[in-house]
């Protein structure tokens, strides 16, 4: 998967690009992560991005032309483009599937007030949010969403952190982890999961998914007991159990 990802500040996104999981998802050639420094494509001898907003009220705007010439430089023509912006949809799950079902797409990210408005309609640009609440800048939005995208992408995790664990309960929020030891500070791991009966376990993830999900979530619980289609005869018990207990 390529990502071209538009910046001022190209530096930020080291950490994230070479370490970690991602780092070697970039060495072994599974994501190509293309940092364009958009000052490079200024035509003043200030390397001037912004200018001041037209119809007064203070603040700064990103012009579009240092814009459009690196999004043209980086062949962004016919591309999907994404503008991190606090005025975006809000990124869900749903969306990040989408987006890791391409081979490829554009981040833009602003500064100050945001970019010039004719960028965002001139590329057909796609505001994504990360949540309700305005950060300084779209490069850690932008690293939160190549994030979330790249774990969906094949070979990107190692077999021990794959999403497929994840998306059995699609929709529910993880049931609690243990590791050694067994016990810690006069606290256990739970019994059943050291049974090694592996359905029994199964079920317990399961029940605990749906206490922690209904007491969270609620919202998340009533879009799941709407699409229970699939459950198995336990499980649909297990439900039941919980919603008989309200
Ligand atoms: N830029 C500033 N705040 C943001 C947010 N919450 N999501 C995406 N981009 C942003």
Request: proline fraction near 4%.
């Amino acid at each position: 998967m390529k990502i071209d990802v538009l910046t001022i500040f190209p530096e930020m996104f080291n950490p994230v690009t070479t370490d970690s999981m991602l780092g070697r998802a970039v060495r072994n050639g599974i994501l190509d992560i293309r940092l364009t420094n958009i000052r490079d494509y200024t035509s003043d001898k200030h390397n001037k991005t912004d200018d001041y907003t037209f119809g007064g009220g203070g603040g700064m705007v990103m012009m579009p032309d240092p814009i459009f010439t690196a999004l043209r430089h980086i062949g962004a023509e016919g591309k999907k483009v994404l503008y991190m912006s606090p005025r975006g949809k809000i990124l869900d799950e749903q969306k990040v599937r989408e987006l890791a079902g391409l081979d490829e797409f554009v981040i833009l990210c602003g500064h100050y007030e945001g970019v010039d408005q004719r960028v965002l309609d001139y590329w057909n640009a796609e505001e994504v949010s990360i949540g309700d609440y305005v950060l300084t800048g779209g490069e850690l939005p932008a690293m939160v969403l190549i994030d979330s995208v790249a774990r969906f992408v094949p070979g990107v995790l190692g077999n021990k952190d794959s999403v497929t664990d994840e998306s059995v309960y699609s929709g529910l929020l993880e049931y609690p982890h243990y590791t050694q030891p067994r016990e810690y500070e006069g606290l256990q791991v739970p019994d059943v999961l050291l049974s090694g009966n592996h359905k029994k376990i199964d079920l317990w993830r399961f029940r605990e998914s749906l206490i922690i999900t209904k007491e969270r979530r609620p919202d998340l619980f009533r879009k799941f007991i709407g699409d229970r289609g699939n459950l198995s005869k336990d499980e649909k018990k297990i439900l039941d159990e919980l919603l008989n207990q309200e």
